[in-house]
C-alpha cells in the first residue's frame, strides 16, 4: 500500500509546463535524448516529437511509451495530459499506468491459452489464471525517426517477438508509427506481420487526464457504442453481445464518468469494459469524445478497430481513463467475435487518431 500511495504522488505532480502561453508556430521538428539503461545495460532513448504548435509528444523506446503528452488548454496552458513516471527505473520496476504499447495481444485471453489449427498454446497467466496484455510493453524497441514535413513529424518503431515469447506461436515483427501533426492529433498506424498463424491485437495503453492532475470522473465521455460485451467476475467475455440501453454503459449521449460508476462497486470497482463500436470498421471512423469543463480540453478518438476498452484505473482511483481501441477481449474462444488470427503472407493494420482541441 506504501508504494501505491508513492506513485500516486508522482501522478498528482505530473509535469505542468504552467501559465498562458503565446506560441510562434513553427516547423514540426523531432529530437532524440537518452532516457537510462536497462538493468542489462542496454541503453533506452526518448524521442520528443513537436508539432511547432505548442503540442508535442515524447515517446521512449521502453515498451513504445509516451512519455508525455503536453497539450495546451482553452487559454493556452500548457499540461503533460498522460500518466508517467520520470525515470526509466520506475518504469522497469513496474509502474502501472504506463501509456505503452500492448501485445501480442492485448487485453484477456482466458486461462491463459488457446487452440490454433488443432494445437493447443499454453500463455503466461499474470492476470489470475488468464493472460493479459504480454510482454510488449515491458520491452525494447527499435527506433528511426521519419522524415518530417510541413505538417508532422513521425517516429516509427520496430519490436520482434520471438517464437514462444509469452507462449504464442511464430516470430512476428510488430511496428508503430507515431505521428503528431499540426491539426492536435496524435496518429498511431500499427503493422505486423508472422511467419506462423498467431493472435494478434496491439493497442495503446494511455491513460488520459485532460486536468494534467486529479480525477478524470468529472470528464464527459460519448461513446459509439450502443453495445458492449458482458463479462464475468474475471472481466472475462461471456461471448454475449448486450444493448447498453437502461445500463451504466451507456454513453451514446455525453455523460459525467462518475454518474453512475458508483454502480460497478465493489467490483470490478469502475469502468473496465469493452464496447462494441458501431458501423463496420474498414476505414477510420469517430469512436469517442471526452470533454474536460475544468480546462476546456477535448480529445475525439477515431479508429479502424472494431472494440473499444473503457478503463478508468481503477486501481488508481480513477486518476485517468483509457480508451483502448482494439479488437474483443478473449477473441480466440469467440467464433461470434472478430477474428484476431494473422497468418503468414497477410498484414495486420491498424489506425488510431487522437485529436485535442
Not at 524497441?141 to 517516429?155: E, F, I, N, S, V
Not at 464475468?232 to 461471448?239: A, E, L, Q, V
Amino acid at each position: 500500500m506504501k508504494r501505491r500511495l508513492n506513485i500516486l504522488v508522482i501522478i498528482a505532480t505530473a509535469p505542468i509546463l504552467c501559465g498562458a502561453q503565446s506560441f510562434a508556430a513553427t516547423k514540426p521538428s523531432i529530437k532524440e535524448a537518452p532516457f537510462g539503461t536497462m538493468p542489462q545495460g542496454t541503453p533506452i532513448k526518448s524521442y520528443t516529437l513537436d508539432n511547432g504548435k505548442g503540442m508535442s509528444a515524447k515517446v521512449l523506446t521502453y515498451g513504445a511509451i509516451i512519455n508525455e503528452l503536453n497539450v495546451p488548454d482553452a487559454k493556452g496552458a500548457v499540461t503533460n495530459v498522460v500518466l508517467s513516471a520520470k525515470t526509466l527505473a520506475e518504469y522497469v520496476d513496474g509502474f502501472r499506468s504506463a501509456a505503452a504499447i500492448m501485445g501480442r495481444v492485448a487485453n484477456r485471453i482466458a486461462d491463459a491459452r488457446f487452440t490454433l489449427d488443432g494445437v493447443e498454446y499454453k500463455l503466461i497467466a499474470n492476470n489470475s489464471s488468464n493472460h493479459l496484455h504480454g510482454l510488449f510493453g515491458k520491452s525494447v524497441w527499435q527506433a528511426r525517426p521519419l522524415p518530417t514535413t510541413k505538417h508532422a513529424a513521425a517516429l516509427e518503431l520496430t519490436y520482434l517477438s520471438r517464437a514462444g515469447e509469452s507462449g504464442f506461436p511464430g516470430n512476428l515483427t510488430a511496428k508503430v508509427v507515431y505521428t503528431l501533426t499540426d491539426a492536435n492529433e496524435l496518429r498511431l498506424d500499427f503493422t505486423a506481420t508472422t511467419d506462423q498463424a498467431t493472435p494478434v491485437n496491439l493497442a495503446s495503453h494511455a491513460y488520459f487526464n485532460l486536468s494534467g492532475a486529479g480525477t478524470a470522473l468529472d470528464h464527459v465521455l460519448w461513446l459509439a457504442a450502443s453495445r458492449y460485451t458482458p463479462a464475468d467476475d474475471g472481466m472475462i467475455p461471456t461471448g454475449e453481445i448486450a444493448s447498453v440501453k437502461g445500463t451504466p454503459f451507456d454513453f451514446t449521449q455525453p455523460t459525467r464518468i462518475g454518474a453512475r460508476i458508483h454502480q460497478l462497486k465493489p467490483r470490478p470497482g469502475g469502468y473496465d469494459h469493452n464496447f462494441v463500436l458501431d458501423g463496420r470498421r474498414t476505414s477510420l471512423k469517430l469512436a469517442a469524445r471526452v470533454q474536460d469543463p475544468a480546462s476546456g480540453r477535448s480529445l475525439e478518438v477515431r479508429t479502424t478497430e472494431p472494440g473499444l476498452q473503457f478503463f478508468t484505473a481503477n486501481h488508481f482511483n480513477h486518476a485517468a481513463l483509457c480508451l483502448e481501441t482494439q479488437h474483443f477481449p478473449d477473441s480466440v474462444h469467440h467464433a461470434n467475435f472478430p477474428s484476431t488470427i494473422l497468418r503468414p503472407g497477410d498484414t495486420f493494420r491498424s489506425t488510431t487518431i487522437f485529436r485535442f482541441k
